[in-house]
């Protein structure tokens, strides 16, 4: 069983940046392919970025390519989502979530079956 747990959300200002961390307990993610997604307000849960086990293999959704970066530290049994220049539509409680059905990125929800529950992160003036 994985526990994972996000942190670094908040209130940023427009074109502003923050950098997400998701930490696993439990075991170590090294073998899984890790991911983070979005929700925002009254709206469906949406894919953000996947990397797979091979740091070289990594997913983005269009709205946040060139502007989102994620990476994982195996050490620290963590992944980050680095994210720059912020919209306000970038707003929404941020997810990561775990797979161990496969070692490659995937974009699609039931890919991954361990969640945490989530940081929000508020663009607002």
């Known amino acids: 069983q994985v526990q994972l747990v996000e942190s670094g959300g908040g209130l940023v200002q427009p074109g502003g940046s923050l950098t997400l961390s998701c930490t696993a307990s439990?075991?170590?993610?090294?073998?899984?392919?890790m991911a983070w997604f979005r929700q925002a307000p009254g709206k469906e849960r949406r894919f953000v970025s996947a990397?797979?086990?091979?740091?070289?293999?990594?997913l983005y959704g269009d709205s946040v390519k060139g502007r989102f970066t994620v990476s994982r530290d195996n050490s620290k049994n963590t992944i980050y989502l680095q994210a720059t220049n912020l919209k306000l539509e970038d707003t929404a409680v941020y997810s990561c979530a775990a797979s161990d059905k496969s070692t490659s990125p995937h974009s699609a929800q039931w890919m991954y079956n361990y969640w945490g529950q989530g940081t929000e992160v508020t663009v607002s003036t």
């Open positions: 990397i797979g086990t091979n740091v070289e293999s990594i």
């Open positions: 439990g075991r170590s993610i090294s073998g899984y392919a």
